[in-house]
């Protein structure tokens, strides 16, 4: 379990920087209270940077491979 971003650029799926939550009930509290700000990251994939918000942080059950 993990919580991950979707590039906005190549749509891939890829983990998020933001590792602190451990299960889904605290991934679910950390977006109710805005806990994922505005943030910059950088696609593993095509190199590109977006910026994420609360909205675009998803909790992704599976395995990810960085």
């Known amino acids: 379990?993990?919580?991950v971003v979707k590039c906005k650029s190549c749509s891939t799926i890829h983990k998020s920087?933001?590792?602190?939550v451990v299960n889904k009930q605290e991934f679910i509290?950390?977006?109710?209270k805005s806990e994922f700000f505005e943030n910059m990251w950088?696609?593993?994939k095509c190199g590109r940077?977006?910026?994420?918000?609360?909205f675009d942080y998803l909790w992704y059950e599976d395995s990810i491979k960085a």
């Not at 940077?49 to 609360?54: I, P, R, V």
């Open 1 to 3: 379990m993990t919580t």
């Open 17 to 20: 920087p933001i590792q602190s």
């Open 29 to 32: 509290k950390a977006k109710e």
């Open 42 to 44: 950088k696609c593993p």
């Open 49 to 54: 940077m977006s910026m994420y918000t609360s």
